[in-house]
Nanobody, 119 residues
Framework: QVQLVESGGGLVQAGGSLRLSCAAS????????MGWYRQAPGKQRELVAR???????TYGDSGKGRFTISRDNVKNTVYLQMNSLKPEDTAVYYC?????????????WGQGTQVTVSS
């Protein structure tokens, strides 16, 4: 079984920074992709950023410019550095892990961490 444990959310003023962490444990091997998605009230979940175990990154529109994703493959941990936060960044941020297997993809989600940006 795979578990994802997120940390680092909280309340911050506009213009501030937060760093989210997500540690994966369990049966993880081979190529995988870890990432962050977010969901604001009344909106669909959207991609913030993701990074493969080989280091390639993809940013969603919400993550371009102010956010940086990185990972530590030894610790199976992904980080999201968020700078210059805006009130519209307020959302629940979810960690995602996709294990890539021959012909299939197995996905896991964390429980989510709340990020609130006050104006």
């Amino acid at each position: 079984q795979v578990q994802l444990v997120e940390s680092g959310g909280g309340l911050v003023q506009a213009g501030g920074s937060l760093r989210l962490s997500c540690a994966a444990s369990g049966n993880i091997f081979g190529i995988n992709v870890m990432g962050w998605y977010r969901q604001a009230p009344g909106k669909q979940r959207e991609l913030v950023a993701r990074i493969s175990s080989l280091g390639s990154t993809t940013y969603g529109d919400s993550g371009k410019g102010r956010f940086t994703i990185s990972r530590d493959n030894v610790k199976n941990t992904v980080y999201l550095q968020m700078n210059s936060l805006k009130p519209e960044d307020t959302a629940v941020y979810y960690c995602n892990l996709d294990l890539l297997r021959p012909g299939m993809k197995v996905g896991y989600w964390g429980q989510g961490t709340q990020v609130t940006v006050s104006s």
